[in-house]
């Protein structure tokens, strides 16, 4: 009789340690918000390479490349010290792809801005998942 208790114990035990509270699209919001405190964080260290890190290879935001993304983040970086991203919400149109809806504020001695992303400029508002992580994937139109 102890073993068979023994065994039940065991048993839920294990369907416990197996059950997740958590389904796909709340695990990538935590990430996709994760992103936006990382994007944040480098910005304000001036880490750009760190923010580039987080840029997909093939990323195209209204004919811009990575290239034109690394000079609008250095031309921010020079005119304001601190950056925060607000998330207000974030459309998922796949399991690959998602659309942050954010307020990014930024801040200097001199001048606080705010943007509404996406629809400011949106440069860090597309991503796409690829090999287990969200990337800045730009919105892939040439316009």
């Known amino acids: 009789m102890r073993y068979f208790y023994l065994a039940l114990l065991i048993l839920l035990l294990v369907l416990t340690a197996s059950c997740t509270d958590e389904n796909e699209e709340a695990i990538s919001q935590r990430e996709i918000r994760d992103l936006m405190y990382d994007l944040a964080s ?20 209204k004919g811009q490349i990575t ?3 690394n000079q609008e983040i250095l031309d921010r970086r020079a005119r304001f010290q601190l950056l925060e991203i607000e998330v207000i919400y974030i459309e998922f149109q796949s399991d690959r792809y998602a659309v942050v809806h954010s307020r990014d504020h930024y801040k200097s001695s001199i001048e606080n801005v705010t943007f509404g992303e996406p629809e400011a400029s949106g440069i860090f508002s597309y991503l ?16």
């Open 128 to 143: 796409k998942r690829e090999k287990g992580q969200w990337l800045i994937y730009g919105n892939q139109l040439w316009y």
């Open 67 to 69: 290239w034109h993304l």
């Open 42 to 61: 480098d910005f304000n260290l001036g880490n750009v390479y760190g923010m580039l890190d987080k840029v997909h290879n093939d990323y195209l935001h």
